[in-house]
């Protein structure tokens, strides 16, 4: 998972990233990251004014029926969210909810998807998680 974006404060600023995953590495550009665990979410403190770069390895659970697969992605706060998936498959047909795909591509063997979702909605508002069926 790739997170990219600005920071505005002169300071360094706590940069909220996922919540409900498990974080298995963390890195900022070629550099090791350390990240904070407050109430489910993981965020990295970050330096001020500055673009950046994070990436995540994390996993996150898959709930498994018959001929399908899901699994929910909290979005984080952000102006805006944008995701890109691949999964094994040609064709495989890719549906989410609380957002749009904007592209599909299917390329060696696997269905690739681009959506823009909607960001940093409480949980009372029905769309602080995404879902996504792959069937």
């Known amino acids: 998972m790739e997170f990219e974006g600005e920071t505005l404060s002169a300071n360094a600023a706590k940069v909220p990233l996922v919540s409900g995953m498990t974080v298995f590495d963390a890195h900022h550009g ?22 950046f770069a994070v990436s995540l390895d994390a996993g996150l659970p898959l709930t498994i029926d018959t001929g399908r697969a899901s699994f929910s992605l909290r979005v984080p706060s952000a102006g805006s969210a944008r995701l890109t998936l691949t999964v094994p498959g040609e ?24 959506a823009t979702l909607r960001p940093g909605e409480s949980p009372t508002s029905g769309g602080t998680r995404g879902r996504w069926w792959l069937q």
């Open 30 to 51: 070629s550099k090791a990251l350390p990240l904070l665990l407050e109430n489910d979410t993981h965020a990295a403190v970050l330096p001020g004014e500055a673009e």
């Open 91 to 114: 064709r495989t047909n890719v549906q989410l909810n609380h957002g749009i795909i904007t592209h599909r591509a299917w390329l060696g063997g696997n269905t690739e998807i681009e």
